[in-house]
């Protein structure tokens, strides 16, 4: 078969891990796998849509059947387990040297702004740290969506921080859950860059400055300490921003969209413009700031 692949949030930057799984299953079935061509027919071609705001491919696609998925077109499937299992196709993505992956899927939370609880469902276990990492390099770029949830995950971590491993845990730790023992274990990790946490409402301020006081008596530099911000009322993630920075803690805005296709207000994206503009961020007020 000849198949193409369409990474329709843009295969130049973040590695869409589904298609590098599907890359890697059909080439092991001598399948002709490569990004799709706009000249060329073929018997099938996937295209997976991380994001709702992306534009989806406008040409005609010439192919036998087109199988399209991911959070983006709506679809909270997954892929069959066989092809999940297929380690995955890094030859895609020249440019990306870490490994990509999931040590546990789902979570225990309900957070009314996020798909994890319709997509994934309950927490549970997915891939072991061995699992997951490349023969050809030693960071790992990891998914979970709370990996402090599960005992699964906590094992992970702790056999992690005994190895020539760097972790990068890319959608955030929950810091509700964050005790003085798992700091202690957060502490043995080798980090990529940064220890990321979440503040997406005023409520979390407490927890995180309890967190980040953890992780610092058990050694974590605070200089790593990094934190997705929410941003849907700007005055008070405005509070939040400054809150954050106060704590020592690196701020990184995020504008709300929601997944029926709405946009981010010109206010929340110019926020967000000014808290992630470090220099600006750093050196003049949100009242003053014309970005």
């Given at each position: ?8 949030d ?11 799984h ?49 959070t983006?077109?709506k ?5 069959p ?8 196709d890094y ?10 992956g ?5 979570c225990i939370r ?6 994890v ?13 061995e ?10 770029v ?18 992690m ?9 890319n ?6 859950l ?8 957060l502490s ?7 220890v990321r ?13 309890q ?14 300490f990094w ?12 509070r ?9 803690i ?20 110019r ?6 503009m470090?220099?600006?961020?750093k ?9």
């Amino acid at each position: 078969m000849d198949i193409g692949l369409i990474d329709v949030d843009g295969h130049s930057g973040f590695p869409n891990l589904a298609l590098m799984h599907l890359s890697a299953w059909h080439k092991a079935r001598a399948d002709a796998v490569e990004w799709w061509d706009g000249f060329k027919t073929y018997d099938r071609v996937y295209m997976s849509k991380v994001f709702t705001f992306s534009s989806d491919v406008e040409t005609v696609i010439r192919a036998n059947e087109v199988i399209r998925g991911g959070t983006g077109y709506k679809d909270y499937g997954s892929l069959p387990p066989e092809i999940e299992a297929t380690s995955p196709d890094y030859s895609m993505y020249p440019h990306v040297t870490h490994a990509v992956g999931f040590l546990t899927r789902g979570c225990i939370r309900n957070c009314p702004w996020c798909i994890v609880p319709r997509k994934e469902g309950e927490i549970r276990p997915a891939s072991t740290w061995e699992e997951i990492k490349r023969p050809d390099s030693r960071d790992l770029v990891l998914l979970d969506n709370n990996v402090l949830a599960h005992p699964h995950g906590l094992e992970q971590i702790d056999k992690m921080g005994h190895a020539q491993v760097r972790v990068d845990f890319n959608q955030g730790l929950d810091a509700r859950l964050i005790t003085p023992e798992i700091a202690r274990l957060l502490s043995r990790l080798r980090w990529i860059r940064f220890v990321r946490l979440s503040c997406d409402t005023a409520s979390m301020l407490p927890v995180i400055e309890q967190a980040a006081a953890y992780m610092r008596e058990a050694g974590i530099a605070p200089s790593r300490f990094w934190c997705y911000m929410l941003v849907q009322d700007v005055d008070e993630a405005h509070r939040r921003a400054l809150a954050l920075d106060k704590l020592g803690i690196t701020p990184f805005a995020q504008p709300y969209r929601d997944y029926d296709g709405g946009e981010p207000t010109t206010e929340q994206r110019r926020f967000a413009r000014w808290v992630n503009m470090r220099a600006a961020f750093k050196s003049c007020k949100w009242e003053d700031f014309r970005g």
